[in-house]
Nanobody
Framework: QVQLVESGGGVVQPGGTLRLSCVVS????????MRWYRQPPGKERELVAAISGPDGIIGYGDSVADRFTVSRDDITNTVYLQMSSLKPEDSATYYC??????WGQGTQVTVSS
């Protein structure tokens, strides 16, 4: 059974950091492209970051490229999103996604003073 379970969201002040985790079961994260998306309230879902399993290629959305870092741990089968210098506009529900079309339930991030 495939599961993607995100965690690590919360409330943080502007300029703060958070690390999101996506624990995967049912397939190996190193075998496919894994992505992080986010969706602010009332807005469309936006691609934040992606990491390719087979070749390790990484990409970021323009708004986060110099602040967020995506990585994965093949031993724990987990994908991470390290977020720093957080801004109020980063507030959203963050989702983990696989190239196979699987989605997690999301984790809420709120950046507010």
């Amino acid at each position: 059974q495939v599961q993607l379970v995100e965690s690590g969201g919360g409330v943080v002040q502007p300029g703060g950091t958070l690390r999101l985790s996506c624990v995967v079961s049912g397939f190996t994260v190193g075998s496919t492209i894994m992505r992080w998306y986010r969706q602010p309230p009332g807005k469309e879902r936006e691609l934040v970051a992606a990491i390719s399993g087979p070749d390790g290629i990484i990409g970021y959305g323009d708004s986060v490229a110099d602040r967020f870092t995506v990585s994965r741990d093949d031993i724990t089968n987990t994908v991470y999103l390290q977020m720093s210098s957080l801004k109020p506009e980063d507030s959203a529900t963050y989702y983990c996604n696989s190239q196979f079309g699987h989605w997690g339930q999301g984790t809420q991030v709120t950046v507010s003073s």
